[in-house]
């Protein structure tokens, strides 16, 4: 008389005795092969779950793991996330700051500036040489990805409402960050040209880089 043969109960916790924290999939890989939906193993490690007989708990990555009683998922752990790095003071730069700078680089050239600080209402530098004017909106460092993209999209804006006189020159003015260089690169060259655009990249030592699309 042959014994009784193993239930799949048995062969569930035969399995998690030598290994444990094991998905479905795997269960059933090493059950019944990789061939077999684990729709079976699923049904049966929640019924065994209910009964207190085994663990099914969700490891770091999110699956869900059947383990013994008393024991962990036997998982590598994750790798542990860098902490976010301090936003540098040396690049950055207020939206008074950069103004500062660009008067000092303005007025070595030969331009009178007439600078609207911190909230008054106008053109954040309106710059005159020789009958010609310049106007130039200027927009702060920010701390984070998304503000800055705000700001870009805003000085864009405000520059746009500027333009009343077709004779004078526009541009808009960041910190020298790659994320700002990012975003005007990837503006339409047609878009500059048309608009007759073009960016001033200030840096926080004041040096200026005039970014022209010919």
Same mark, same amino acid.
């Given at each position: 008389?042959?014994?009784?043969?193993?239930?799949?109960?048995? =062969?569930? %916790?035969?399995?998690?005795?030598?290994?444990?924290?094991?998905?479905?999939?795997?269960?059933?890989? @090493?059950?019944?092969?990789?061939?077999?939906?684990?729709?079976?193993?699923?049904?049966?490690? =929640? @019924?065994?779950?209910?009964?207190?007989?085994? %663990?099914?708990?969700?490891?770091? %990555?999110?699956?869900?793991?059947?383990?013994?009683?008393?024991?962990?998922?036997?998982?590598?752990?994750?790798?542990?996330?860098?902490?976010?790095?301090?936003?540098?003071?040396?690049?950055? @730069?207020?939206?008074?700051?950069?103004?500062?700078?660009?008067?000092?680089?303005?007025?070595?050239?030969?331009?009178?500036?007439?600078?609207?600080?911190?909230?008054?209402?106008?053109?954040?530098?309106?710059?005159? =040489?020789?009958? =010609?004017?310049?106007?130039?909106?200027?927009?702060?460092?920010?701390?984070?990805?998304?503000?800055?993209?705000?700001?870009?999209?805003?000085?864009?804006?405000? @520059?746009?409402?500027?333009?009343?006189?077709?004779?004078?020159?526009?541009?808009?003015?960041?910190?020298? %960050?790659?994320?700002?260089?990012?975003?005007?690169?990837?503006?339409?060259?047609?878009?500059?040209?048309?608009?007759?655009?073009?960016?001033?990249?200030?840096?926080?030592?004041?040096?200026?880089?005039?970014?022209?699309?010919?």
């Amino acid at each position: 008389m042959s014994g009784r043969q193993p239930s799949l109960q048995d =062969r569930i %916790l035969k399995a998690l005795a030598g290994q444990s924290g094991l998905t479905d999939r795997a269960l059933t890989d @090493l059950i019944f092969g990789k061939a077999v939906h684990p729709s079976r193993i699923n049904q049966e490690c =929640r @019924l065994m779950a209910g009964r207190g007989l085994i %663990l099914r708990e969700k490891d770091a %990555l999110g699956a869900i793991c059947n383990s013994m009683p008393g024991t962990a998922p036997h998982l590598p752990p994750l790798p542990a996330k860098p902490p976010p790095s301090p936003p540098d003071d040396r690049l950055f @730069l207020s939206e008074d700051d950069l103004k500062r700078h660009l008067v000092g680089w303005l007025e070595g050239d030969g331009w009178a500036t007439q600078v609207a600080w911190g909230r008054t209402r106008g053109a954040d530098i309106l710059a005159t =040489r020789g009958g =010609r004017s310049w106007v130039i909106e200027a927009k702060g460092s920010g701390t984070l990805q998304p503000m800055r993209v705000n700001y870009f999209l805003g000085a864009l804006g405000e @520059l746009l409402q500027r333009m009343s006189d077709p004779a004078a020159s526009y541009s808009i003015a960041l910190p020298d %960050l790659g994320q700002f260089r990012g975003l005007w690169q990837r503006l339409p060259v047609l878009a500059k040209q048309r608009l007759g655009i073009s960016a001033l990249f200030v840096a926080p030592d004041g040096r200026v880089d005039h970014a022209i699309e010919s």
